[in-house]
């Protein structure tokens, strides 16, 4: 199956802080979606970005597919950024290939 | 807003037991999903359904059976819980072709088995 890699694994920012969280995949894709996983569990949908840039208040995305990665920028970083930050590509069927995501932690 | 609810955000289960994990969605989509989530392993699919009574077993089906007896519920059985089963439970549902439009995810139910 595609093999989806994240990184970094970790990160740790001041508030107020931009970043940018890449994820690379190993085949080609039908779609992506990003995720954040906030501190309690709940996984929240951030975008479906099969190719081009989307942006949504502080959060943008783009994937260049035929380059196999995708990136997500986050400024102006805040508190409740923090959790674990999931691309999940979509290569059809029911199978679905998760990264190991980014743990981002965003320092007051 | 759509959702994707799950029973219990929290719950503590003898050794043994029969425990039952609920999901509801009210997006009228068709597959519906079961990961459980653990540090250094990820999301890993156990069962998913992609209709009404249809059932498929994921990557770690053993232990746990599912029923989908109407298109909005779907339920993860542990048949006699077992420690290595204390975990997080997610559910979760798309339409067909996931790869259009995606998973939707419930909140979560952390499961303790004591």
């Known amino acids: 199956g595609i093999q989806v890699e994240q990184s970094p694994p970790d990160l740790i920012l001041q508030e107020g802080a931009n970043s940018t969280l890449r994820c690379n995949f190993s085949d080609s894709v039908n779609n992506l979606q990003w995720f954040h996983q906030n501190p309690w569990g709940q996984l929240i949908n951030l975008f479906y970005?099969?190719?081009g840039t989307k942006q949504n208040g502080r959060l943008s995305a783009t994937t260049v597919a035929t380059e196999r990665y995708s990136l997500l920028y986050i400024s102006s970083s805040q508190t409740t950024d923090s959790g674990v930050y999931f691309c999940i590509p979509y290569t059809g069927g029911f199978k679905t290939f998760f990264g190991a995501g980014t743990r981002l932690f965003v320092k007051a | 807003d759509v959702k994707v609810t799950q029973s219990s955000r929290y719950l503590v289960k003898r050794t043994g037991e029969k425990v039952f994990l609920e999901c509801v969605q009210d997006?009228?989509?068709?597959?519906m999903f079961w990961y459980r989530q653990d540090p250094g392993l990820g999301l890993r699919l156990i069962y998913f359904?992609?209709?009404?009574?249809?059932?498929e077993k994921g990557d770690i089906p053993e232990g746990y059976s599912v029923s989908r007896e109407k298109k909005e519920r779907f339920s993860l059985i542990l048949e006699s819980a077992s420690t290595n089963q204390t975990s997080m439970y997610l559910c979760?549902?798309?339409?067909?072709?996931?790869?259009?439009?995606?998973?939707?995810f419930g909140s979560g139910t952390r499961l303790t088995v004591v």
């Open positions: 359904s992609y209709d009404v009574k249809m059932k």
């Open positions: 997006m009228d989509h068709e597959n």
């Open positions: 979760a549902s798309s339409l067909p072709g996931a790869q259009i439009l995606g998973y939707t």
């Open positions: 970005i099969p190719s």
